[in-house]
Every structure is written in structure tokens, then in C-alpha cells.
């Protein structure tokens, strides 16, 4: 009488679990004040919303969640920039400095070359606004674009 063989040992064992459980992302995913997490590219254009625009100064700042990431704050705009594209004079600017008021749609690049650690707006063009709408202040913004979109 032969001996029976025995259990095959190489047999399905139990599977292992996939980590059932909220999607939830981690935790500590927070943008560090002042260290950009992309790197910067001058030649980068952004689109985003005039915000804290003062006419008398002729000044404000562009609100932007792509630029948000690479800068960690919103960009500087002077009136100078706007609609100079291509090195037109800057008397040019200064006749259409009132056609831009908050909530305003722009394209920009952004350059540091002035003052490393205050990004400002060059090239500044009136575009048309994106199909999401205007975006307001930036941490604000940064938080409510993180929670719809659920990444980072």
C-alpha cells in the first residue's frame, strides 16, 4: 500500500487584503511656507484672477492655484505689466491701467529676478475666464481645490 501524498503545499493560500478603508490622503500634506514644491520657469505662463486690486496705486495681486504650487503665495502685479506684451511702452500701459478690476481673468509669467522671495507678474493679458470660474484669495483657494479635487 503506497502512502497517501500529502497536501500540496503550493496551493492557493488566503489573499492577501488590499487596505480596504477611506481614500482619505495623508494627513500631513502641507505646503511649506516659501519652499516652492515646482520648480520655477520664467518662461512658464499662468492663468489667474486679479485679487486685491487697488486702482489708485495701480497694483494688486494674481491669485493662481498652479502658481500657488510652485510659490506658495499669490503673485505681485503693477499696472506696468499689464497688456505690455512685447515691450510696448509703458505710457501704453498707463492709458489702460482701469480696465483691469478684481475678479479679472489674466494670463502672466512670473519672474523673481527683482526680489527672490516676491514672485511678480509679467506679460500680464486680459483673458477670458476659465469654465470654473473666477478663484479668489490663496490659502483659502489652495484648501477648496485640494478637498473637490480629493489629491494633492
Known sequence: G????GGDRFGGGGGGSRGGGGDRPPPRERLERGKPREPHDPKRKFVGTITKWDDDSGFGFISSWEAYKVY??????HKAQIGTVGGSSSMYAKRRRSEIRNGDT??????????????RAYNVEKCATPPEGPVSGEAELAKRRRLEAGLS
Open 2 to 5: 503506497g502512502g497517501g501524498s
Open 106 to 119: 489674466v494670463s502672466y509669467t512670473v519672474d523673481l529676478a527683482e526680489n527672490p522671495g516676491k514672485p
Open 72 to 77: 506658495g503665495k499669490d503673485v505681485f502685479v
